[in-house]
């Protein structure tokens, strides 16, 4: 009997525990994952379920996972909404705040129905990256509370960029962006628009002496219609980029030469292939893991390709997918998809 006793309890206090609650919250799950070659099962577990972690926004963005730091105890991730233009902040403990707003556009007065920062990346000096429509820019923001946010380009031959959407940082220094017309309040009608292409773009490193802190911009890619989503390999000599239109959907690798313009590129992934599987719409955001499989939102979910650009399968949410992270220990993948902020668990690692 007192043996019983002694277990009731300890279930009772299990059970009322905050701390319990707080280590193991219990997420609700949205879509299913279809498996189209038995290579996703190394990827995917057969038990993966998509959990959302939050809901309710209007269209988020840019997931960023940042690293525990000696002021941060704790990794977060954060997000962008767009149309609130404003930057989130998720963590395990205390769920969703908002962390940066306003985040794209600092103007007096309405601007575009998606004014927000939209991608965001870390460099090496552990800055906040961000692509931003409204002010047009990428902007760089210390997370360390060392300084204020600095335009690290806004323009090329002295014309402004349409509205930057997605960014990503090389080790040497450089940055890569896309440059659609999405966060325009006519997109591609817009009279403000000087550029005259949608284009991609690299900022230099900063030249020694230069204490602008700002790299020479250069225009490397000119011929895609929606330039989207952006991403590096993972030894960073192959530059990946996701075109957004839904005519012309397609996944580009670009080689990286020495001086850091690209080659000419190659199809990894298109329209044929969306045709196949079944599945319709462009491309937005995309991601590498360690081995090389692409993690590319489109199609209402996202698409899991090999290397080789092979469809392997489909992680489908069931509606409008904006971009996806690698988070926690790598092998956790963070998905924005319309109001959602969602996540999975791999087996697979990515480098973030």
């Avoid at 972690?53 to 105890?73: D, H, Q, R, V």
């Avoid at 719409?281 to 650009?309: E, Q, Y």
């Avoid at 092979?310 to 963070?334: P, V």
Wanted: glycine letters at 12%.
């Amino acid at each position: 009997m007192r043996s019983s006793l002694f277990w009731i309890c300890i279930v009772y206090q299990l059970l009322r525990s905050p701390v319990m609650y707080a280590q193991m919250p219990a997420y609700p799950t949205i879509g299913t994952i279809v498996r189209a070659d038995p290579r996703l099962d190394k990827l995917i577990p057969k038990d993966a379920r998509v959990e959302v972690l939050a809901s309710g926004f209007t269209w988020t963005e840019g997931p960023l996972w940042i690293k525990p730091t000696k002021n941060e105890k704790q990794g977060y991730l954060l997000f962008s909404d767009v149309p609130q233009n404003t930057i989130f902040k998720w963590t395990a403990q205390d769920g969703v705040t908002p962390f940066l707003k306003p985040s794209g556009y600092t103007g007096l007065g309405a601007y575009s129905d998606e004014p927000g920062s939209n991608g965001l990346t870390l460099d090496a000096a552990g800055r906040l990256i961000a692509a931003e429509h409204g002010d047009r820019r990428i902007s760089a923001l210390p997370l360390d509370g060392s300084g204020g946010k600095m335009t690290l380009a806004d323009n090329y031959e002295g014309k402004r960029f349409n509205s930057p959407n997605d960014v990503v940082a090389h080790s040497n220094g450089s940055y890569y962006f896309t440059d659609p017309p999405y966060g325009m309040p006519k997109k591609e009608n817009d009279p403000s628009q000087e550029t005259g292409v949608f284009g991609v773009y690299r900022i230099a490193p900063v030249a020694k002496g230069d204490k602008s802190g700002k790299g020479a911009v250069s225009l490397i890619v000119n011929d895609l219609t929606r330039p989207n989503g952006i991403a590096f390999s993972p030894d960073e000599k192959t530059l990946y980029v996701a075109q957004s239109d839904p005519d012309k959907p397609v996944v580009m690798a670009y080689p990286v030469q020495a001086d850091g313009s690209v080659g000419k590129g190659r199809v990894v992934f298109g329209a044929e292939g969306m045709k196949k599987q079944g599945l319709a719409g462009g491309f937005d955001g995309l991601k590498l893991d360690r081995a090389g499989n692409f993690w590319v939102t489109g199609g209402g979910g996202v698409l899991v390709l090999s290397p080789a650009g092979e469809f392997l399968g489909h992680i489908n949410l069931g509606g409008a997918t904006a971009n996806c992270a690698w988070g926690d220990d790598g092998s956790t993948l963070y998905i924005t998809a319309d109001m959602y902020l969602c996540r999975l668990r791999t087996t697979t690692t990515g480098k973030f």
